[in-house]
C-alpha cells in the first residue's frame, strides 16, 4: 500500500516552454503532498506544500508564479514549471502524505532538463 | 529555523561489517524521524521511522534509536549486502505540520 506515481519520470524541453507534472496517490487519498526539488548531491528541498481544495504554501525563496501547483482532487497535485529555463534543471520530487499519522510516501522523481 | 546535520556523508563499509549514520536535529519539539533510502534516479524510500515516545526501533537488519535529550538519532545496519550501497537521508519533522527537514545524507558503499 501507499504508492505514489509520478510522470513523466524524465522531460527534456526548450527554454522558454512550461512543464507540468503529476503526482499520483494511487491507493490513498492525500490532502496533502508536497513538492521537492533537489540537486545533483545534495539533499531534498522543499519547494511547496500543495492542499487539496486550497492553495499552495511556498516556502521562503520559491517564486510561486514559477512553480504553478494545482491539488484539484485527493488523489492528484500537478507541479508546472512555466517558462523554465536551464536553471530549473533540476530532480523535481512529489510527496503524498498517507493515511498514517502523516508518513509522507515519495514518487520516483522527474528529471527535467532545460536547453 | 530548524536544522537537521547527518554525519558521515561518506560510508564504505566492507560486506558483512555494520554502518552507523548520525542525525542531529534543532527543534526539541519534533516528535517523527524517518529515514529514507535512495537509490541513484529514484525517489526516497520509506526504511524505518521512529517517535519521540520510543527509543529504539528495529526491523531485521535494520534499527533506529533516538536520544531525545541530546536530539541526536541514529540508523544502524548490521550485515551489510551490496544491495544496501544508496544514499541514506535522515529527517524530522517540524513540529505541529507535516513538513519534514532533511539531513544532508550520507552515501552508503558497501563493498563486496
Known amino acids: 500500500g501507499a504508492v505514489v506515481s509520478q510522470h513523466p519520470s524524465r522531460v527534456i524541453c526548450k527554454s522558454g516552454t512550461s512543464v507540468k507534472i503529476e503526482c499520483r496517490s494511487l491507493d490513498f487519498q492525500a490532502t496533502t503532498m508536497f513538492w521537492y526539488r533537489q540537486f545533483p548531491k545534495q539533499s531534498l528541498m522543499l519547494m511547496a506544500t500543495?492542499?487539496?481544495?486550497?492553495?499552495?504554501?511556498?516556502e521562503q525563496g520559491v517564486e510561486k508564479d514559477k512553480f504553478l501547483i494545482n491539488h484539484a482532487s485527493l488523489t492528484l497535485s500537478t507541479l508546472t514549471v512555466t517558462s523554465a529555463h536551464p536553471e530549473d534543471s533540476s530532480f523535481y520530487i512529489c510527496?503524498?502524505?498517507?493515511?498514517?499519522?502523516?508518513?509522507?510516501?515519495f514518487g520516483a522523481g522527474t528529471r527535467l532538463s532545460v536547453l | 529555523g530548524e536544522n537537521v546535520e547527518q554525519h558521515p556523508s561518506t560510508l564504505s563499509v566492507q560486506e558483512g561489517d555494520s554502518a552507523v549514520i548520525k542525525c542531529t536535529y534543532s527543534d526539541s519539539a519534533s516528535n517523527y524521524f524517518p529515514w529514507y533510502k535512495q537509490e541513484l534516479g529514484k525517489g526516497p524510500q520509506l526504511i524505518i521511522d521512529i517517535r519521540s515516545n520510543v527509543g529504539e526501533k528495529k526491523d531485521q537488519r535494520i534499527a533506529v534509536t533516538l536520544n531525545k535529550t541530546a536530539k541526536h538519532f541514529s540508523l544502524h545496519i548490521t550485515e551489510t549486502q551490496p544491495e544496501d550501497s544508496a544514499v541514506y537521508f535522515c529527517a524530522a519533522a517540524i513540529s505541529g505540520t507535516y513538513k519534514y527537514i532533511f539531513g544532508t545524507g550520507t552515501r552508503l558503499k558497501v563493498l563486496a
Open positions: 510527496s503524498a502524505r498517507g493515511p498514517d499519522l502523516g508518513i509522507q510516501y
Open positions: 500543495s492542499n487539496e481544495g486550497s492553495k499552495a504554501t511556498y
